[in-house]
């Protein structure tokens, strides 16, 4: 299988190559074009139990497409929604990722996604999109960035906040708890906004350099005004 | 080695992992990647933490270099625990095992975690998650919302100005008085606070805490407006909404845990946290039912039932675009038009009955 990133930037595609019978993970819906020979098919990832356990959880059904070679090797090509780019990251034997929601392209390998049950303070994130799935084994995750992409490093102990509306994806290893960006308690109640991501190190956190929910706000007000 | 474990090593100051091996040999811990072997640290040079969101996993640093190896596999601690007699380190070690066990549910064995997943299916193929949850809060005590909403105040206090301005909070807890005086005296123990805000709102936190912000003091014509402000939040307290939605939020396996009271101060402790920072909004049932209980307590009371209906009515007239701050209040307390039509239908209904 041969995958990699075209047109890095902000129009982003990424390009697969099949084997006849190799198959991958992707985002239900992301298909720009593909070869005759590759088949889509939309399932929910990991049986039964498990899409029961996540609609009880509030991740709402995170729905994957398998997408198969058959007959013969063939070739797809993908893109996420939004204007931005994307990223390849590696996985390695016993190296974990957490990717929000939004920002999951596709999987290559023996990748597990998880739609890992989280403790409380975090479980209500289903309308915020900050819900995350959790990627272990081997191979790689494409992940999606609205603007560009970038990566920061924390160092061990240290502690870097990121707002909510610009996370993409973050090792495992980080520990982290919602706060508030703003400071008013009021702001965020009657608002929403302003939650954001303490993380402490060691680990690297992705984040996309535009915010979906305040972009969409500003466009909002730009069409109000006409 | 004798047997390693999957980890990752950070160099010293970087965030970036590589994948390696972890034993432990002769008082050293031995860390070696696919490129060689790292120079083994000295166990009395090592310190130990819990890490992770779960705090699932093992982080060493050596206190020395500076350098962070992490690791899942739990079977390294007691492998560190066979090698060394620092007390420090067994100290440690012992605090990490305890973290790991912070949230009991998600250590169910998986088939009782299997078992309870399709026993909660059931329930709630018949009642829905809303009908379970609601379940939930009706069977939790009332001290439940009481200890949910002081932590929850604490914190909130932490941040946000509370006016102290003498007249306000005389005034504000002068018309509660009399509207808690037609209340089952077994209900909440209620206080009334005012927040320092230009936003025109109120809020109800679950044990019976009401913040009323100082612009909707300013704002409100005459006492039974602002009685009626009350009357509506005294009522989502007594019929518990703030509560329900917080549960809503925190999801089925946190309700869960608050009706079997593993540890109600940690559940509250999270449930008080999501209150300060999640989206709380009250459904439109909710604010009918808040809106006809609290006409129903301002009329027990003797006020007038129309307070808050000529409030919000002046408030809904005013020019969205021109001041969001005044219309604060339909952010949490939404449905404006519908709500406002239900209690106008409330209202006529109660003079009809008086004319009779
Ligand atoms: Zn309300």
């Known amino acids: 299988m041969y995958f990699d990133v075209i047109y890095p930037g902000n129009s982003a595609m990424l390009v697969v190559k099949l084997a006849e019978g190799e198959s991958f993970k992707a985002e239900m819906g992301a298909m720009v074009s593909r070869s005759q020979s590759v088949q889509i098919s939309g399932q929910i990832d990991g049986g039964i139990l498990r899409s029961a356990r996540r609609s009880m959880f509030g991740a709402e059904g995170f729905f994957f497409q398998n997408i198969t070679a058959n007959g013969a090797a063939g070739e797809i090509r993908l893109a996420p929604p939004e204007l931005g780019d994307i990223k390849l990251l590696d996985m390695r034997e016993g190296v974990d990722y957490f990717v929000q929601a939004g920002a999951f392209l596709a999987a290559f390998g023996d990748v597990q996604i998880d739609t890992k049950l989280q403790p409380l303070a975090q479980g209500f994130f289903s309308g915020e999109g900050v819900f995350a799935l959790h990627c272990t084994g081997v191979g790689a995750v494409a992940v999606s960035s609205f603007g560009a992409l970038a990566e920061i490093e924390i160092p061990d102990g240290e502690i870097h906040i990121v707002d909510n509306g610009h996370l993409v994806a973050w090792s495992g290893d980080l520990n982290y708890s919602i706060v508030k960006a703003a400071r008013s308690w009021w702001h965020s109640i009657t608002t929403g906004e302003g939650l954001a991501c303490s993380f402490t190190g060691p680990g690297t956190v992705w984040i996309q350099s535009r915010n979906p929910s305040s972009f969409f706000k500003w466009m909002k007000k730009v069409v109000a005004r006409k | ?356």
């Not at chain 2, 432990?24 to 166990?43: H, Q, R, T, Y």
């Not at chain 2, 601690?77 to 973290?99: P, R, V």
């Not at chain 2, 509207?179 to 320092?196: C, G, K, Q, R, T």
């Not at chain 2, 109120?202 to 009626?228: T, W």
Request: hydrophobic share 40%.
């Open chain 2, 1 to 356: 080695m004798a047997s390693s474990f999957t980890g990752r090593y950070y160099p010293p100051g970087t965030g970036k992992a590589q994948s390696v091996r972890v034993g432990l040999e002769g008082g050293m811990l031995k860390v070696s990647s696919d490129n060689g072997e790292f120079e083994p640290i000295p166990l009395s040079d090592i310190e130990l933490r819990a890490g992770g969101f779960q705090k699932d996993r093992i982080i060493i640093r050596n206190k020395v270099t500076g350098e962070t190896i992490a690791c899942h596999d739990k079977r390294l601690l007691a492998a560190l625990k066979q090698n060394t007699d620092a007390s420090h380190l067994h100290n440690e070690i012992g605090k990490i095992s305890k973290g790991i066990s912070i949230y009991p549910v998600l250590h169910f064995s998986s088939w009782i975690f299997a078992l309870v997943s399709l026993g909660t299916a059931a329930i709630l193929l018949y009642v829905g998650i809303d009908g379970l949850i609601d379940a939930i809060a009706d069977r939790l005590p009332k001290s439940f919302d009481k200890k949910v909403g002081e932590i929850a105040f604490t914190e909130i206090s932490k941040d946000e100005r509370l006016d102290q301005q003498k007249k306000d909070v005389q005034r504000i807890n002068k018309l509660g008085k009399k509207l808690l005086a037609n209340l089952d005296p077994e209900s909440y123990e209620f206080e009334f606070h005012v927040l320092e805000t230009t936003d025109v709102n109120a809020f109800a936190l679950p044990g019976g805490k009401i913040l009323v912000c100082s612009e909707l003091m300013r704002q409100v014509k005459n006492d039974n407006e602002l009685a009626g402000v009350l009357g509506h939040e005294i009522s989502h307290v007594t019929r518990r909404h703030t509560l329900r939605q917080t549960l809503h939020k925190a999801g089925v396996t946190a309700s869960v845990e608050a009706l079997m009271g593993n540890d109600p101060n940690l559940v509250g402790q999270r449930l008080a946290h999501l209150l300060e920072i999640a989206d709380l909004s009250y459904n439109r049932k909710q604010e009918e039912e808040a809106d006809l209980t609290g006409v129903e307590l301002l009329v027990k009371s003797g006020f007038p039932a129309d307070g808050l209906l000529r409030f919000l009515e002046r408030l809904e007239k005013l020019d969205l675009s021109s001041n969001n701050r005044m219309l604060a209040i339909f952010s949490t307390h939404p449905m404006p038009k519908e709500r406002i039509d239900a209690m106008r239908e409330r209202l006529e209904a109660i003079k009809k009955a008086k004319k009779k």
